[in-house]
């Protein structure tokens, strides 16, 4: 299905060099994937390539406000837009739901893991994939705002097994070949586990001690990100029998 890719103008370590990004799905239904953070120039931007028509429908990946904080800025613009996200709002999306966008349609993919709502869209051949994978770098599980690394997991094992040409990512580059980031993010959660507890091993106890184990130095604004990735692992090792936590302490279970 043709789209647009539409950057959101905030670029940051998180978001990448050119922001998040959105795409427009012109057509019969003219349809946003994800609603940027309501920067003027994305507004504009999205305005020239509507080409006259008023944006009808915006389909959110999830709920973070990197890709939800624009929704005001679009229904400012366009008062009668749908905005529609999994199980909220008026009217929920739902696992499965075929949803008319563009000059075609959307089958909406439930892929919880990054966060408790996230949602996944195929058309025929792409998942535009939101913050479920990306190149050049992994995902944030955040473990403290419903961040669930076994769901994630599972989430991954789903969007691989329908074998998409292309994923459209949340941030970064489109990616083309996606069994390439699917056997790489796979690899890596095995080897962040096994280095986990290795930290235990050497007398780390809290996701904070461990985080600055496994990924050393850190700029302020990711250390609270990786403990928080770190307790997902911890949970899902725990999940499996393989660490106990007592009183905010997490041991190996040997």
Known sequence: MRHILLPAHNPSTWTGPTGNNTYLLPGAVPTLVDAGVGKEEHLEHLIRALDGRPLEQVLLTHGHTD??????????????????????????????????????TLTAIYTPGHAVDHCCFRDEDDVFCGDLARLGGTVVIPAGRGGDLVAYLQSLARVRDLRPRRLLPGHGPIIEDPEAVFSAYVRHRAQRDAQILDALDRGASTPQEIASSVYGTLAPELTRAAADTVLAHLIKLAAESRVREHDGAWTRVL
């Open 67 to 104: 890709h939800s904080s624009g929704i005001p800025a679009l229904v400012a613009r366009w008062p009668q837009v749908r905005i529609r996200q999994f199980g909220t709002g008026a009217a929920p999306i739902a696992d499965g739901e075929v949803i008319e966008a563009g000059d075609g």
